[in-house]
């Protein structure tokens, strides 16, 4: 007796004997290669194409003959002359073996594929959504036995890809018996595959086979913006992002002053979340349109968000998170239906939102440890995502501390006096020559510097508007490498600094970026109140990351993550002169962007990092900085610039700060309000 | 050393030894023995009253002294002169073992209580409801190891109360946080227990201890009435019941009529679900009432309807039931939320519809299954449950067959000259003297019959305004024994009857039943249609049972189950002379009310009676009326009084039936139609 031909499939490495005949998708399924299909081997849905190879291969052991695989057969040909198929692939419900033969499955014909992330540092995305489509033929009914669609519907489900337990919401039912008949008993359905709260269920049902795709949103639900990003949850890519302000932003800017107005107003929690959800249905209106589906395909959504706004996302008054002992009304992941949060995509569509890990640090954090993963790191990583408040994040594989810090909203440009949020026309990076103190800078939407030929003519679309975030902190800190501001946070006079940009402001001082006045655009200055502001900002950011080393028994380390928008814009050099973040090597200071976006992301498109995440969060150690008295010490020691606190050994080596002092008590490190450091 | 004193309780016989000082309640609960608690042994619910028995108890090898349990206790005491307690009961939870006891527990401790049944022959319902109460005290937040306020809920109730996979709507979440402070952590929850789809949650919560109850509803959801029993869901009591018109009357009388509505009116499926759910709520709201109740406590409804009724109601078009091959949508039991079908009742409130058993027997037959259980009958039962379809079960242990028949409204007294609906006025029995000819009846509403004294001032306030389904049975069935009419169905003149009630009407006679006009009501008089109407009603009906009867390979039937509220006010005897059913005892003819509704109470207060049924609907043979030739046959046979097609053998025996006609062609069974019955 011969043997069986040898079936060895890359880049799996996967091999295994079939007999003549075997067509190479269930070779694959039987050895458990991961070889998508939506139309369980009809030849409908061309979503098993792979690629044979021939000819020797010494590492597998294997000589592959050119008639290895049946040969090109008519439905392979139809497929190909309307639709179109790379050479050398075939599809591998139509090709059989029958020789030894090496078969590669392509990226796009992998169901758990890999969505590629930007960074380097970032791990891939594994494809593994909650919902996805299955083609089937459904039994006729039959006087004789009779039973209901719908047993029949999910009997050929179970039947032709195993799965159990199969439920269908109302409206699922309401369609379905018309559904079936136009598709003349062939439909694809889309099933949510379940989780440990509910069961499968067919989320939607279309007639015949569904060359279409579903849609999920991953969404950032933050005080200030709400970002989404629409995701296609077969192929995992990005097919729109867009965003909106919060329209809760009239009730408050800031979360402490939404939860007054719920205290202060009867209703007004409840206005806040009919805002919020109307903000959302327009945003998702808008995502829709630019990607040109139909919102009613859109069946799986995640939220993250800091504990304020989920409160009021769903409807939950934020009261107690206003007080000690902040607690939470549920800080476990929650899932829902769009109809609970009443949101206009598909009707039955799946919400999950990320768990909150304790009152201040809420589910936009834990999507940030989703994506940046302290807990699997090797090094032990501070990961910092700064917006109205920092959440702050330090660990290893060992063990991950969490704990949240109020920097208010100075570094999203408010309280200062030019200040604005980033929107082109704001000056978002600042440069200050040493020498002649002269400053240079960049808006946004212009890619030129403001001393470069052809900046005026480029930046009088927007004009030069004012100075958000990252802008600030440049300036401070370039303001501090120039010589104009000492550590203690004090603008010199143009005598002491020798700039007459240095200009008198009230009894302080203020310089002068940008005299706008010409142009009749504003005047921007940079005065020693909104130096105050930045000061207070970044003191509480620095000291949340000192109270975690200090719990977690470290005085340095390895790497930090700078996360959120804002993380995105700034310089790690200037974040550290202005003493934001503990010292670190500026090579391992590195941005993440929307991490907190990209956790929402993960979890849209990989099922199983819900749970994962879950439990994550179940092991992170809370840490409360309202109760913790080194907290308020390190907050103290963190005002100057850079930190009495820190003695930034390596920024030390890299940047050259004056010893400047233009306090007329002429302390120059700090005012009275330095303490020692503890040793 | 001693050995630990024994405790026996009764009536389980459940025993063990227990260390001295174990409470009642502890050793109740390691022994299994069925002993509620709602508050866990707090000394609050006193839901654990037990019995102590004293004295020798040879049967039990006991001899229980004095102080075989700890003294009389303060909460004893507390809750006694509070609430009451009864004489020699104790709290199960405050009295400890201390010697040799044996304990009663008292049917009203018992959570798995039996709800009592009236009728002899069905079983008692054990209380098993989907949804209970539970008390908890739960840790306060912590800012040291912060957590959800739900979380710690779900925590305590896990650790009292053993339940796992705890969720929780949205809307208790909204409630949440104030309900825990203003009960001081100390709470009552509902928890509706999960199933296969969905798992356990809460539904409700209420500060402290909560003393009330819950509830739910039975819906028995015909063509014609929609009725509905409230129930307590901790004692199984049915604190109300009420029932209205099914709005939907007036798009169609019968339901093929409503099926065309929706297929010749845009949208018309649509409108008649609107009127359904608005009638319902109607109703719930006027049981609410009638109960004083407030609605947002029922928390848990079972629906059982036939299957169009069962697509309308979902919003489904039944479009499908009227025409071949009668393909259901879903044919499976069907768990909701109460707003899928847009009930005001508890916001989420759990829904369960009883499984279909065919395209034409519905969730009304399945609940008619549960009540009346024929596949654990020793006996062969016939089970009917008449309506505008009679729904017709045959069976015992080993198997059980389904068959539907289309008897048309002529029983619910539509197509009857002067039918109406059972009301109020409507003639509901009948006799005729068999040598004057004279009827005497009686009217829905008084207790007297026709010619008894007192009987026209007792009907004066409702008037005699016709005949209802039941009255027009027994009319005939006394007509035919009274040789007013012959057995193909033919009503006889003056001069063949010798009866002046016999009067001309058209080419055919009537029978005077009451000549109303003398008193300003209207004459009520049976008519040759009114007798066919009925002929082919019965005939129907018959062919249905004596179809099953071929199937199952027999003659005759053990007993015969008359199950609706037609069925509860029939006379067996009347019944048989007709034809409507096969030949048995008369004291095998037994009525079960409406088992429907009974059914429906039985799977709303026990949840596991909700697999049950579910998993004998899966073994219920179906039978398709439509497509057997041997239910033409039957019916041709049938329409003679009684039927040509069956002997009665055991009807002969008791009544005697004139051998008259009244046919100008001069066959006494049944004119040109009656052909042999097959051997």
């Known amino acids: 007796m011969s043997t069986d031909p040898l079936v060895v499939f890359t880049p799996s490495g996967k091999r295994g004997r079939f ?30 194409q792979i690629t044979p190879s021939y000819g ?164 950032d639900l933050g005080s200030t913006t709400i970002a989404a990003h629409l995701c296609d949850l077969t192929s995992g890519e990005v097919v729109a992002s867009s965003g909106i302000m ?11 002053s939404r939860v007054s107005y719920g205290m202060m107003n009867t209703g007004g929690a409840g206005e806040m979340t009919a805002a919020v959800r109307e903000g959302m249905n327009a945003l998702f209106t808008q995502i829709a349109t630019e990607a040109e589906i139909d919102k009613g395909l859109i069946v799986d959504a995640v939220f993250v968000c800091n504990p304020v706004m989920h409160h009021l996302l769903l409807g939950i008054d934020p009261f107690e998170l206003g007080q000690a002992p902040f607690a939470l009304a549920t800080s476990n992941a929650l899932r829902l239906r769009a109809d609970d949060l009443d949101l206009n995509i598909h009707p039955s569509a799946r919400i999950y939102l990320l768990p909150c890990i304790a009152g201040h640090v809420g589910a936009d954090a834990a999507a940030v440890a989703l994506s940046e ?117 004090l603008i010199g006079s143009a005598a002491q600094t020798g700039s007459d940009l240095c200009v008198p402001d009230g009894r302080t001082q203020a310089y002068v970026l940008h005299d706008g006045t010409a142009i009749g655009g504003p005047k921007i200055t940079v005065t020693n109140p909104d130096i105050r502001a930045i000061q207070m900002a970044k003191a509480a950011l620095y000291s949340g990351a000192r109270l975690l080393m200090d719990k977690f028994g470290v005085d340095q380390v390895d790497r930090v993550v700078l996360a959120g928008a804002f993380g ?54 809370k840490v409360e900085t309202a109760i913790e008295p080194r907290f308020q010490e390190h907050f103290v020691n963190a005002s100057a610039i850079p930190n009495s606190a820190d003695p930034f050994p390596i920024l030390n080596g890299i940047v050259d700060l004056p010893n400047v002092s233009f306090n007329t008590g002429g302390d120059s490190e700090g005012g009275g309000r330095r303490r020692r450091r503890r040793a």
Not at 22 to 42: E, F, H, K, N, Y
Not at 246 to 256: A, S, V
Request: charged content about 25%; glycine content about 10%.
């Open 19 to 48: 007999p003549v005949g075997t067509p190479i998708l269930t070779a694959a399924r039987q050895l458990g290669v991961d070889l998508d299909s939506v139309c369980g081997g009809r030849g409908i849905c061309s979503k098993c």
């Open 56 to 219: 020797e291969f010494p590492k597998h052991g294997v000589t592959v003959a050119d008639d290895a695989l049946s040969e090109w057969n008519k439905v392979e040909e139809r497929y190909k002359s309307k639709r179109g198929l790379i050479d050398g692939r075939r599809l591998g419900c139509q090709a059989t073996v029958q020789g030894d033969v090496v078969i590669d499955v392509p990226p796009e014909s992998q169901v758990h594929k890999q969505v590629v992330r930007k960074r380097a540092e970032a791990r891939d995305i594994v494809m593994n959504p909650s919902t996805k489509l299955y083609y089937v033929e459904v039994a006729e009914p039959d006087m004789h036995d009779p039973s209901g669609d719908l047993e029949r519907l999910v009997g050929a489900i179970e039947a032709d890809w195993g799965i159990k337990n199969i439920h269908a919401d109302l409206h699922i039912l309401q369609d379905l018996q018309p559904v079936l008949r136009k598709g003349a008993w062939k439909v694809t359905v889309a099933i949510h595959l379940g989780d440990d709260e509910n069961a499968p269920r067919i989320m939607h049902i279309w007639p015949g086979y569904y060359e279409g795709a579903v849609y999920g949103l991953a969404v």
């Open 246 to 256: 919060n329209p809760q932003i009239r009730f408050g800017e800031d979360l402490m």
């Open 373 to 489: 993963a302290p807990d699997k790191s090797d090094d032990l990583v501070l990961v910092v995502d700064v917006g109205t408040n920092a959440e702050i994040l330090l660990g290893n594989r060992d063990k991950v501390l969490a704990c949240s810090s109020p920097t208010g909203p100075a570094f999203e440009g408010a309280q200062i006096s030019a200040g604005q949020r980033a929107a082109p026309g704001a000056i978002e990076r600042v440069e200050i020559d040493p020498v002649t103190k002269e400053p240079r800078f960049r808006i946004i939407g212009v890619d030129l510097w403001s001393d470069e030929d052809g900046f005026e003519a480029a930046a009088a679309g927007t004009g030069i508007t004012g100075i958000c975030g990252s802008g600030i902190i440049e300036a401070i800190a370039e303001m501090r490498l120039a010589g104009l501001l000492d550590a203690s946070g």
């Open 568 to 621: 995105a814009h700034i310089s790690s050099k200037h974040a550290m002169v202005l003493g934001m973040i503990p010292d670190a090597p500026l090579d391992k200071v590195t941005s993440a962007g929307n991490a907190a976006g990209t956790g929402a992301r993960i979890a849209l498109l990989n099922r199983d990092a819900r749970g994962e995440i879950e439990e994550t969060v179940r092991r992170i150690h």
